[in-house]
Nanobody, 116 residues
Framework: QVQLVESGGGLVQAGGSLRLSCASSRSIFGINNMGWYRQAPGKQRELVAAITSGGNTNYADSVKGRFTISGGNARNPVFLQMNSLIPDDTAVYYC??????????WGQGTQVTVSS
């Protein structure tokens, strides 16, 4: 059973940076897509950034130019570099890995809090 664990969240002042990592309990093969999602209190979960196995990326408009998603390896499949953080970025961030077109793995989330 694959388990994903996010790390790197925390409390940061506006304008600061954080780097989120996603670690897997087992090597994941056949990865198609990787992504980071976030959910703020009272809001729906939203896509922040995604990257395909071929390296194509997609970002939410609200984070373009500030966040960078990158792929890793079978045990640490995806990272998210977050710069110029603003209070609206405050949320629980989840990593997601899709493999073999049918397997969909999620982490438990890591809290990111940006103070003004």
């Amino acid at each position: 059973q694959v388990q994903l664990v996010e790390s790197g969240g925390g409390l940061v002042q506006a304008g600061g940076s954080l780097r989120l990592s996603c670690a897997s309990s087992r090597s994941i093969f056949g990865i198609n897509n990787m992504g980071w999602y976030r959910q703020a209190p009272g809001k729906q979960r939203e896509l922040v950034a995604a990257i395909t196995s071929g390296g194509n990326t997609n970002y939410a408009d609200s984070v373009k130019g500030r966040f960078t998603i990158s792929g890793g390896n079978a045990r640490n499949p995806v990272f998210l570099q977050m710069n110029s953080l603003i209070p609206d970025d405050t949320a629980v961030y989840y990593c997601n890995v899709k493999a073999y077109m049918t397997r969909d793995y999620w982490g438990q989330g890591t809290q990111v809090t940006v103070s003004s």
